[in-house]
């Protein structure tokens, strides 16, 4: 009987409880709330020039005819960035020689281009800058080709010197032939 009893105040206990949870649930008490509203995350940009240009609309800067042994040409190239993100490397990464892969003579295995960073900014290749690659225009050896700067976002920009050295030669087989060439930059975040 005792039992009994003990069980029937457990099970009206119970019964308060869970109506005293229920009734929890629909007070309406003090809060509080705030949103931050218009939150945006948008994507910046990288935009590598050459000589002012993007992409390749930027005119060659070696347009050379007639030239022969021991003939040497320096152009200098300035690169910048106006996208919004800033590049820590520039690379060289490739040059496309055209006519490629012929039989000799080729006349890109004759000239020798240098690639100087123009660190002191002079338009000068002298004792302030570095050299960054010297082969001949059809070495495989031109495959990205850190220039060791990076260029700042909103314009920044740093020049490169190129030298291109005819070979001396008496190889007459390389009369009158010729080669166009792409120079192949990239910027990298
Ligand atoms: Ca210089």
């Not at 004792?127 to 050299?131: I, K, S, V």
């Given at each position: 009987m005792i039992t009994m009893n003990r069980q029937i105040v457990m099970g009206i206990l119970s019964i308060f409880a869970v109506t005293a949870l229920v009734g929890g649930a629909t007070f309406a008490l003090f809060s509080s709330q705030a949103s931050n509203n218009e939150n945006t995350f948008g994507a910046g940009t990288m935009q590598l020039r050459i000589n002012g240009d993007e992409g390749s609309t930027s005119s060659s800067v070696f347009s050379i005819a007639n030239a022969k042994p021991t003939d040497v040409f320096t152009q200098v190239i300035a690169l910048s960035n106006t996208g919004s993100i800033a590049a820590t490397d520039v690379l060289l990464t490739s040059i496309n020689v055209?006519?490629?892969?012929?039989?000799?003579?080729?006349?890109g295995d004759i000239l020798t281009l240098d690639v100087y960073?123009?660190?002191?900014?002079?338009?000068i290749i002298d004792?302030?800058?570095?050299?960054r690659g010297s082969a001949h225009l059809t070495n495989p050896a031109w495959l990205n080709i850190s220039l060791g700067f990076g260029l700042a976002g909103g314009g920044g920009s740093h020049q490169i010197i190129a030298r291109i050295t005819f070979d001396d030669t008496d190889d007459n087989s390389y009369q009158g032939i010729g080669v166009n060439f792409n120079l192949n930059f990239q910027a990298n975040q």
């Open positions: 055209t006519p490629s892969n012929t039989p000799p003579p080729n006349l960073d123009d660190f002191n900014g002079n338009g004792g302030g800058d570095f050299l």
